[in-house]
């Protein structure tokens, strides 16, 4: 997706400023970042009586005495360390209260605003009302924007204000249903099969009977994630005879379950099922005693990706979320709140780093928020009975600085960062390149990291399963172990980094060796 010039606001996160210079006393919402569209054209201000939907996200009570828990709960030597909340307990002691919902209620309605839905965890308001009711009580512009192929969709284009009375209770709101993400898949041409045997499919690609082998998965120790639940978000449902027929092929006997949620309405097979198919099947075929439950949503917006992140933290049932999409990075106040209670809970949240390089500086949201998980790609070669063989950075494995995060602390100190003062990304890596699928009643080969991230979350089934416990962010128990428990990447680049010993901003810290970092942690 190319830009034509078009530099417009998304991602709303609430900051104390001065007020709008309107005579309007409120607080102002700026742009946490202006995210630059790609095939977007702004089609002017949106007609005052159009609808438009907003998300209103509140704050967590004694955010200092959380953000003390959350470090604690990733610190081997503190005696909170791995005791995660439940839903409940996190909503006693952190979420927002009934009567600060209400409040915020009132006046949405008062303002003319229609409350469509309160989120479970009361974190997630959504209401509706004109645009002009919307940019009178916000104190903004919605314009309607057109997204290439997508439906017509709104944003704001100028910075909003909060009324004060709500500014004590509000965390974020936002103001648009941009596609701010796409999925991190694509199909390979391929030109000859020079690979057979068990560890490939028909068109010549790897499989994840391939991986199990090569980077030595628990599952080849007897560990294949029973007991244990996976999350995908994605726009797409997968047909169970493609399921079924990628797993008879090796065959891989399923002792797990795959089951569907619907968020915001969510549902069918579309464009994106390729990414489903690839998701679902490596997962369920790494871990064949695990559950996968997909969290479908109507389409790649920020509001349907918030809403299907803030479903799973108060389902609490997946501990591992595969995110196989992305796009330039923006900060996303709801999404961090749901993964910061998902945290509390031991989820731990994964996602793909990008497909475009080094993306001229510009990496990729969720993968490049400090408590997901960001998983670049590689080019594997196994050998001929399967074992591992060599691996080179993916020329498109998405990597590089965040322009808005600072550097966790779990980075501080890694030698070979590309900076030291803020988030570097990815954190790992694994093949991209290339996989057979089975997808809409036939094989296609799928390149891309949208293929690792789902096989981390394989792995991470199973060391749950080994050590009988979640690990919420993993992040802060990868970065201490040994170097032995990863290969390391050392040959190619994403454009702008190369691979080479050590941490590198194309492959993070390599590829796992999947029993030996499984008994390390």
């Given at each position: 997706m190319r830009c034509h010039g078009l530099w417009l606001a998304i991602g709303l996160a609430l900051t104390i400023g001065a007020p709008a210079q309107t005579g309007y006393s409120g607080t102002v919402l700026d742009a946490a970042s202006v995210l630059r569209l790609r095939d977007g054209t702004d089609l002017g201000r949106r007609s005052p009586g159009a609808p438009v939907t907003v998300a209103v996200t509140l704050r967590f009570n004694r955010e200092s005495e959380l953000h003390q828990l959350l470090d604690e709960l990733s610190d081997p030597g503190s005696s909170n360390y791995h005791r995660f909340l439940t839903p409940a307990q996190f909503a006693e002691r952190f979420g927002p209260t009934r009567d600060q919902a209400e409040t915020v209620i009132t006046e949405l309605n008062k303002a003319g605003f229609q409350v469509s839905s309160v989120a479970a965890n009361r974190l997630i308001i959504h209401a509706t009302a004109p645009s002009v009711v919307v940019e009178n009580f916000f104190k903004t512009e919605i314009h309607s924007v057109s997204q290439g192929v997508h439906e017509e969709h709104y944003m704001n284009v100028t910075p909003a204000t909060l009324p004060e009375g709500l500014a004590?209770?509000?965390?974020?709101?936002?103001?648009?249903?941009?596609?701010?993400?796409?999925?991190?898949?694509r199909r390979v041409n391929i030109v000859t099969n020079t690979i057979r045997g068990p560890i490939t499919g028909p068109d010549g690609g790897y499989t994840p009977v391939a991986l199990a082998w090569s980077f030595n998965f628990p599952v080849q120790h007897g560990y294949d994630g029973t007991g244990h639940t996976a999350a995908v978000i994605i726009d797409s449902d997968v047909a169970d005879s493609d399921l079924s027929s990628f797993f008879a092929y090796f065959p891989i006997t399923r002792t797990g379950s795959i089951?569907?949620?619907?968020?915001?309405?969510?549902?069918?097979?579309?464009g994106d099922v390729d990414e489903t198919a690839l998701d679902v099947e490596t997962i369920a075929s790494l871990a064949p005693?695990?559950?996968?439950?997909?969290?479908?949503?109507?389409?790649?917006?920020?509001q349907a990706i918030d809403d299907a992140a803030n479903q799973i933290v108060s389902d609490n049932t997946a501990e591992a979320v595969n995110m196989s999409f992305g796009g330039d990075e923006y900060q996303d106040t709801t999404f961090e709140a749901a993964v910061e209670q998902g945290n509390t809970q031991g989820i731990t949240f994964v996602a793909s780093s990008g497909d475009n390089g080094s993306n001229g500086g510009v990496v990729s949201t969720p993968a490049a928020e400090p408590r997901v998980l960001g998983v670049g790609g590689t080019n594997y070669t196994a050998q001929s009975n399967g074992a591992y063989g060599s691996e080179t950075a993916w020329s498109g494995s998405g990597g590089g600085v965040s322009q808005i995060f600072t550097i966790p602390s779990y980075q501080k100190g890694t030698p070979g960062l590309a900076s030291t003062t803020y988030r570097n990304v990815p954190d790992i890596s694994?093949?991209?390149?290339?996989?057979?699928t089975y997808v809409s009643g036939g094989?296609?080969?799928?390149?891309?990291?949208?293929?690792?991230?789902?096989?981390?979350?394989?792995?991470?089934?199973?060391?749950?399963?080994i050590h009988n416990q979640r690990f919420g962010l993993v992040n802060t128990n990868i970065y201490p172990v040994s170097e032995t428990d990863f290969h390391d990447i050392a040959h190619g680049s994403n454009g702008e980094y190369s691979a080479?010993?050590?941490?590198?901003?194309?492959?993070g810290r390599g590829s796992p060796r999947g029993w030996t970092l499984a008994n390390s942690l």
């Open positions: 004590a209770l509000v965390r974020g709101v936002r103001l648009d249903n941009l596609i701010v993400a796409h999925k991190m898949s089951s569907r949620e619907s968020v915001d309405g969510g549902s069918g097979i579309n005693g695990a559950n996968v439950i997909i969290y479908i949503i109507p389409e790649l917006s920020s694994f093949p991209s390149y290339y996989t057979d094989w296609v080969g799928l390149e891309g990291t949208s293929w690792s991230s789902p096989t981390y979350v394989g792995l991470q089934l199973e060391i749950n399963q080479k010993k050590g941490y590198d901003n194309v492959t």
